[in-house]
């Protein structure tokens, strides 16, 4: 697995990677903002809508819109890279596995399908976590490393549909389900750390790719 994370590191200067960045970094700017919004509107209303009250509210609920940011970007990232995948596993292969067939995987409504199915999941793990925040240490590492799990599973299966169908995309996670693991807790603890966090989603496709081009080699 870390040989993989290193891989996907050391390729990010690859052009093919760019467009992908720049949506990654659009997207999340865009999902923020909106959350922002919402929250401080939220807390004006609830505190009347004037004076120094809704002031304080809205200040309250700017912050909590940072830290509902900060902890809901995994969902945002899976979002992101459920759209990224094709280009950022071609560009991998290309370099690193030239001799592939052109993939023929899973159908476009299936890999659509997976794609949304998994970021919803995410931000439902994501919401139902939330509350072991608030639980010194423990908490916050059970958290990571539930999240972890639901992240790597959903990588690794969504940059397997291209070349796989569904059952066999399943049958990749299960061999490759604790390199999978670890992959999500090293995207997890990145999706933690501001602007680190944007390269979650082409580290986390081009990693998936060394993973399973790896394991069918070995």
Do not use: C
Not at 32 to 47: D, N, V
Not at 107 to 123: D, E, M, P, T, V
């Amino acid at each position: 697995m870390i040989r993989a994370v290193a891989l996907a590191l050391s390729q990010l200067n690859d052009p093919a990677f760019r467009r992908p960045l720049l949506w990654g970094v659009l997207g999340a700017a865009l999902s923020i903002a909106l959350l922002a919004w919402g929250a401080i509107e939220g807390a004006a209303w609830l505190a009347g809508g004037t004076g120094w009250l809704s002031w304080l509210a809205q200040a309250g609920g700017g912050l909590a819109a940072l830290v509902l940011a900060w902890w809901l970007f995994l969902p945002v990232a899976a979002a992101i890279a459920a759209q990224l995948v094709e280009p950022v596993a071609a560009a991998v292969e290309r370099r690193h596995y030239p001799h592939l067939a052109p993939p023929q995987g899973a159908s476009i409504a299936a890999q659509i399908a997976f794609g949304l199915r998994f970021g919803l999941k995410l931000l439902a793990l994501q919401l139902l976590l939330l509350p072991l925040l608030f639980v010194p240490v423990v908490g916050f590492v059970l958290a990571i490393v539930v999240s972890a799990h639901a992240l790597g599973s959903g990588m690794v299966q969504q940059t397997a549909l291209l070349r796989m169908d569904t059952a066999q995309a399943r049958q990749a996670w299960r061999r490759l389900r604790w390199s999978g693991w670890a992959l999500g807790l090293v995207l997890a603890a990145m999706a933690l750390v501001p602007l680190l966090n944007l390269l979650v989603p082409v580290v986390g496709t081009a990693a998936a790719v060394h993973l399973l081009q790896r394991s069918t080699n070995t």
